[in-house]
C-alpha cells in the first residue's frame, strides 16, 4: 500500500481497475469524466487487461452494454452522474430486477432545469427505489474504499451497486490518500462467479416476461435480497477493515454521540464541516453528536433506530428534497424512529453546490438547540429573491422564467425589463 497525492477521480479510476473489470462502458459527463478517462488510460497501457473498454453513444447505452456484459458473466462497471443517470433510468430497473451485479460510480451532480453541474444528491436519491444498492462516501479514501467492498456485496448477493461520491467536492480534489495494492485487493476480492450467466451450451432466459402470477414473488425476492444486504455490508466492512486496517464503510458511523441529546443526521462529504461545528459546540457546552448514512439502500432502520433513539431532538440533513413533500431521507428517518418522543427538524441544504459553511451550520445548530427551528428548513435561503419573483408571478401572468429572473435580480446575466 502507498500514500500518493491523487485526484479523487483518479483515485477511485486506479481502485475500480485494481478490481479487475472485464468490461468498463464509457460515456462522458461532468463530474464523472475523470474517473472513466482514467480507466480508458489503464486499458490503453495494458495495465488493466484483460478489459474491453467500450466508447457508447449514451448513458442509456452504457448501463444497456453493462447488462449484456454481467449476463454474459463479465465483472462490469460504469460510471455517471445527473442526467445521465436518468437516462439510464429504464436500464437501472432491468439490471436490479435481473439480479445484474454491476457496480457504478455516481458522481452526485444536481439535476436540471434549469441546467447546473454542481453538486447534490438529487440525481441518485431520484433513483431510490430502482432495486439498486446506494452507498454514500464521506470522503475520498472512502470513496476508494467502497469500491472493492461494493463488488463484494454485488457478486455475493447478485444486486447492482451504486457507489456515490459528491461532484466537484470529492471528485476533483487532490489530496493524500493510501491506494491499496494489486494483490491486497486481489486477496480481498475473489474473482467473479456469477451466479447466472449466458451460455450457448445450456440456453436460458434472463428478463422474460412475467404475468401477475409470479411478479409479486420476484419483487420480494428483490427486496430480499437487498435485505440480506444490511447483515453483509457490515460483515464485508469488518473484512476490510482487517485486510486494509481502515474503517471504511458499513451501514453508518456515529460521532460524538454517546451523550447527545441533538443529533444530526447527513450523507456524504458534508459531514466533514458538520462535525467540525459540532466539535465548536461541544466546546461551548451542548450535547450534541453526529450520525453519518453511508448505506441508503438499503436503508438500516435498526441500526438508525439505535444511533438517534435516545437523543430528544434529531435533525436530517440532505442535500435533496421531494418537491411538494420535503424531506427524502428524512422520510425514512422518521419511519426508523417511530413511536419515540422526539422532535424532527428537516434541513435541505446545498442544492445545487452552493456553500454549506460552518457559520450556518452553527447557527443552525443552534436555533434547533433553543427551540427556534422549523420542522423543515432550507438553509440559507434568500427569503427576499423568492418574495420577489412570487410577486411577479402574482402581477403578471407572462411574467418570464422563474430562474432566470432570479439571476436578473442577482445582477448575474443581462435581460430586458421585469414586467
Known amino acids: 500500500m502507498s500514500v500518493r497525492q491523487m485526484e479523487g477521480a483518479r483515485a477511485v479510476a486506479e481502485t475500480v481497475a485494481a478490481c479487475r473489470p472485464q468490461v468498463v462502458c464509457a460515456y462522458p459527463i461532468t463530474p464523472q469524466t475523470h474517473i472513466v478517462e482514467g480507466l480508458g488510460a489503464l486499458v490503453k497501457t495494458g495495465t488493466l487487461a484483460p478489459c474491453e473498454f467500450v466508447n457508447v453513444e449514451s448513458e442509456f447505452a452504457a448501463m444497456s452494454v453493462a447488462i449484456g456484459a454481467s449476463a454474459a458473466g463479465a465483472r462490469a462497471y460504469t460510471a455517471t452522474a445527473s442526467q445521465g443517470l436518468l437516462f439510464m433510468t429504464e436500464a437501472l430497473y432491468n439490471a436490479s430486477g435481473m439480479g445484474l451485479p454491476i457496480v457504478m460510480t455516481v458522481a452526485n451532480r444536481a439535476i436540471g432545469a434549469p441546467i447546473n453541474i454542481w453538486n447534490d444528491h438529487s440525481d441518485a436519491m431520484s433513483q431510490r427505489d430502482s432495486g439498486w444498492i446506494q ?3 464521506e470522503t475520498n479514501q472512502e470513496a476508494m474504499d467502497l469500491h472493492p467492498q461494493a463488488f463484494r456485496l454485488a457478486e455475493e448477493l447478485s444486486v447492482p451497486v451504486m457507489v456515490c461520491m459528491d461532484g466537484f467536492v ?10 491499496p495494492d494489486q494483490a491486497a485487493v486481489d486477496a480481498f476480492l475473489p474473482p467473479f462467479e456469477p451466479r447466472q450467466v449466458l451460455d450457448p451450451d445450456a440456453p436460458l432466459t434472463i428478463g422474460a416476461m412475467v404475468g401477475p402470477e409470479a411478479f409479486t414473488e420476484v419483487r420480494y425476492l428483490a427486496f430480499h435480497r437487498q435485505r440480506e444486504a444490511l447483515t453483509r455490508i457490515p460483515e464485508i466492512a469488518g473484512e476490510f477493515r482487517a485486510a486494509f486496517g481502515r474503517d471504511s464503510g458499513g451501514l453508518l458511523h456515529t460521532y460524538r454521540c454517546e451523550d447527545a441529546t441533538t443529533v444530526v443526521l447527513a450523507m456524504g462529504s458534508v459531514l466533514g464541516t458538520l462535525k467540525d461545528a459540532v466539535d ?9 453528536g453526529v450520525v453519518g448514512l453511508t448505506s441508503f439502500r438499503p436503508f438500516p432502520m435498526d441500526a438508525v433506530r439505535e444511533a438517534l433513539g435516545a437523543a430528544e431532538r ?3 440533513l440532505e442535500r435533496a428534497f421531494s418537491v411538494g413533500v420535503g424531506g427524502i431521507v428524512s422520510a425514512n428517518v422518521h419511519m426508523a424512529l417511530a413511536g419515540l418522543d422526539q422532535r424532527y427538524h428537516t434541513v435541505i441544504a446545498g442544492l445545487g453546490g452552493r456553500a454549506i459553511t460552518g457559520r450556518s451550520l452553527r447557527a443552525m445548530l443552534l436555533d434547533a438547540i433553543g427551540g427556534r427551528l422549523d420542522p423543515l428548513v432550507f438553509l440559507d435561503l434568500d427569503r427576499g429573491l423568492v418574495d420577489r419573483e412570487l410577486e411577479r408571478v402574482r402581477g403578471h401572468r407572462r411574467s418570464g422564467p422563474a430562474a432566470e429572473n432570479i439571476l436578473r435580480d442577482l445582477g448575474i446575466v443581462a435581460g430586458g425589463p421585469h414586467r
Open 135 to 137: 452507498l454514500y462516501a
Open 170 to 179: 470529492l471528485t476533483h480534489a487532490f489530496e493524500a490518500l493510501e491506494v
Open 280 to 288: 465548536g459546540l461541544r466546546d461551548d457546552g451542548e450535547r450534541i
Open 314 to 316: 434529531v435533525i436530517v
